[in-house]
């Protein structure tokens, strides 16, 4: 189903031989095969609520089984007396299998019984598999950010392919397409450019902006004679690594350039830059659509030790409160120990089972990345303006609409003609570190001022296609690129495009895809409505035929669906007064 939400409708037989669950739940080794979030949403769930109900919140925990999505559900029952389930969705698959196995856990806990997990094994390898299926096809945390904003300014959005993660925002003519936070507008040169960043560095210099001094190193012998001659402390990082992967900073020796050249060396086979290390405070400045978005200093995870526990028990106590203060869609990330946490630990002389000194610094990471622990603090009011434009300069010479500038500097109040600092690398699409008011800045960017991105839009209840024939040759003598859809043929500028099996709602999506598409005529009849929903989330105007009786019972969703609702042939007139409304 479509409108007036997207959604996967299931229906099902109620057992009549299973009473209401007051004291229902899952089973432990069920609760074992999934995530603490999902565990936790189940657990709250009303286990005495009609069956349909129950089926919903399971299926609803497991299709949010990485984070919430915030997908509507209705649900009801039949005349018949079966079980009725209509759960939003943003890919029809995943969905799909949430449903199913909702309503199998929710067979499997009305039991109350081992014997029932015990004769669903299968149900329990299905569930692991569920979850590679959700991290796969479901929107992820950067894009569930995107998809709020959206719906926050009601910008229309479509995966551009079911199960990728590039989705397009607006329709046609105003349509965007974004892979993350990266954008159409992002040169395939740009791409090029910044994944290396040896020549990213040479083209930053270049531009007369500052870079820093760096060699390229094939082998780790090589690698040590570079640092020798750059001088100690350096940075070894792999020439096309993202989030700090491979990357060492404050090498100080021999040992250690050996051991960081490894490092890199497997994300970036014989290409591993050695550069300066540059003193000052790690600034991200941030452009989007060519413009200076905003900016924030990174530091590196640190704790303060307490005389009383140990650098692992502060690790815990530092973990349970950022997830307290993290929510679902940001950052601090949680910090996990791992063998570069270990070795940052060792410069200190300090161990994970090491109780640390009241007061004592403790460094857990030789980067402030974001995605490894660091933590972030808004400078965007306080950038020079000069820092500002240099890195307006660089995105636009870089030919990239969304730009992540790594600048080290001794004081970012002042201009980077003033003090000592460099830009140490130029990123595409960068990650957000606080998501929603990025994405919502993002958003305002492509669709600036009122903008939702879509173009005008006009549905036709109808059992005669040459009434909306007559809409479209209007639209034309405007000058107008018109998508043309009933239920048999779709059209754009008058050539034909899909073939006939291929659904509604589908086919009107093939047009939305299309930028050369300017305005969008619909027809269909009340028992296609019925059967699919409308196939769009909302229309400007809804022309329905005198002789369609039948529209009534459509009233409601109708209504709620479009701008204006005309129960006779529109006029010319009211026809140039809706596009002179919808531009």
Partial sequence: MFAPFAAIAAEFAIPT??????????????????????????????????????VAGLAQALQDWHGSNNLPCQTSRTQSGRGLVYLGYYDEQATAQALQLGYELALVAAAQGQQAVDANSALLARLVQLGAVMQARQPRELDRAMIRAAQARE????????????????????????????????????????????????????????????????????????????????????IDGRQGQGVTAGVTSEEEVAVAF????????????????????????????????????????????????????????????????????????????????????????????????????????????????????????????????????????FRLDTVGIDFLTADFNKSWREVRCAVIEVNLAPMFGFADAQARLLLERAFPGTSAGRIPSLVVVSTEPARAKEVIAVLQREGLVVGFVDRASSWLGGEPRAI?????????????????????????????????????????????EPQVKSWQRLRGLLERCSGRIIENAPTETVLMQWLKDAA
């Fill in 155 to 238: 910008i229309p959005f479509y995966r551009v392919v079911p199960g990728e993660r590039m989705f397009q925002y607006g329709q046609g003519k105003y349509g965007r397409h974004f892979l993350g936070t990266g954008s159409q507008c992002d040169s395939y040169t740009g791409i090029l450019l910044q994944e290396n960043k040896a020549i990213s560095n040479f083209l930053v210099r270049r531009l007369g902006f500052p870079g820093v001094e760096h060699g390229v190193a094939d082998t780790a012998d090589t690698a040590i004679r570079l640092a020798s001659r750059i001088g100690y402390p350096v940075v070894i990082k792999p």
């Fill in 262 to 397: 490894a490092e890199a060396n497997a994300i970036s086979p014989r290409r591993v830059i050695v550069e300066r290390f540059v003193e000052g405070e790690d600034v991200r400045l941030v452009v989007y659509s060519g413009q200076f978005a905003y900016a924030y200093t990174r530091s590196r995870p640190r704790l303060v030790g307490d005389g009383e526990h140990t650098v692992m028990e502060l690790i815990n106590g530092e973990n349970q409160r950022r997830s307290r203060i993290r929510g679902a869609e940001s950052f601090p990330k949680e910090l996990k120990v791992d063998p570069a946490m270990v070795a940052v630990l060792q410069k200190q002389n300090l161990r994970l089972n090491d109780r640390v000194p009241a007061g004592q610094v403790v460094i857990l990471r030789s980067l402030a990345n974001l995605t490894g622990g660091g933590t972030a603090v808004v400078v965007t009011d306080r950038v020079h303006a000069d820092n500002r434009g240099m890195a307006e300069a660089i995105a636009r010479c």
């Fill in 500 to 544: 006939e099996q291929v659904r509604l709602v589908e086919r009107v999506q093939g047009l939305l895809l299309d930028p050369a598409c300017e305005a969008l005529v619909v027809a269909c009849t009340p028992e296609e409505i019925i059967e699919q929903g409308l196939p769009l989330d909302r229309c400007d105007l809804c022309v329905i």
């Fill in 17 to 54: 031989a299973i009473a209401p669950l007051p004291g229902g739940t899952l089973p432990e080794v069920i609760c074992a095969r999934l995530p603490e979030a999902v565990t936790a949403r189940i657990q709250t769930l009303d286990w005495g609520a009609p069956f349909e109900t129950l």
